[in-house]
């Protein structure tokens, strides 16, 4: 009950006038939004700051506006839905540049493989999740088109599920009048049809050596599925028109996932 009040308070705080500029530049996929969704977004920010903790890695020291910028595109992703805000989520770190990490890999037959592995970001199911400052700001320079902080809060949406496999929870949508529009089951049976068929053709144009970097979506997708949804949701963020003429039932599913239709000027997706 006290996280309730506590959370109602913050969700009608206003940023300041310096903060909200600052939002317009460190969140492109902002841009988009209504004035009402502006306002919602900045008491999901409110909230983001106030639960959970950053901390500095390597040495690099966290400024207001990493933090601003990391709650704002986080945030983003938790518009018009109902939400514990990344429950699993306590701390996000930072690292100036790219870090290492050990990473495990199945090879088959009983073989495990363990070795070092760059990354720009990861997502841990309970705890953390670990972003490099050096590739947010490439993002940013680069119009937002590919954000690793969408893609990380992406997998910390996929994990309150269970686990990231690339479906993460979905409840029965309703319209205005009250009605069912789609059942819970309806929605998954859905889900899976369309990612399952956009992932393996991904996979197939990655496998066949004729992806094209100008493809909306980024090889990294057919890794799995967990990451297919991930890179997605970049898209569906940073390119959503491309995405939409592209890979139009894709778009549909992310559009009634996260109730927002980026192509269409912020319209909720049962508007």
């Not at 601003?68 to 518009?79: D, E, F, G, R, S």
Request: proline share 5%.
């Amino acid at each position: 009950m006290l996280k309730a009040r506590r959370r109602k308070k913050l969700l009608t705080r206003p940023l300041s006038p310096e903060w909200r500029r600052l939002v317009e530049t460190l969140c492109p996929a902002c841009n988009y939004l209504s004035a009402a969704d502006r306002r919602e977004l900045e008491g999901h920010i409110q909230i983001f700051l106030a639960e959970k903790k950053f901390e500095g890695c390597a040495g690099l020291a966290i400024t207001d506006d990493m933090r601003l910028c990391i709650a704002a595109n986080a945030c983003l992703l938790l518009l018009h839905r109902q939400t514990d805000y990344f429950p699993g989520l306590q701390t996000v770190l930072v690292y100036p540049g790219s870090f290492v990490a050990t990473v495990t890999r199945y090879i088959g037959h009983g073989v495990i493989s363990e070795g070092p592995q760059t990354r720009a970001g990861e997502s841990w199911p309970h705890g953390s999740v670990v972003l490099a400052w050096a590739v947010i700001c490439q993002d940013l320079a680069a119009g937002g088109r590919t954000n690793v902080i969408i893609h990380e809060f992406a997998h910390q949406l996929d994990y309150e599920a269970g686990y990231a496999d690339g479906a993460p929870l979905l409840d029965p949508v309703t319209g205005a009048d009250g009605k069912t529009l789609r059942t819970r089951k309806e929605r998954y049976a859905n889900w899976a049809r369309v990612m399952h068929s956009e992932y393996e053709k991904l996979r197939a144009r990655v496998h066949s050596g004729i992806f094209t970097e100008s493809s909306v979506l980024r090889a990294y997708g057919a890794t799995n599925p967990a990451e297919f949804f991930a890179v997605a949701t970049e898209s569906f963020f940073g390119q959503p028109r491309e995405l939409l003429a592209q890979h139009p039932d894709l778009y549909a599913e992310l559009k009634w996932y996260f109730n927002q239709d980026p192509a269409g000027a912020g319209k909720g997706a049962s508007s």
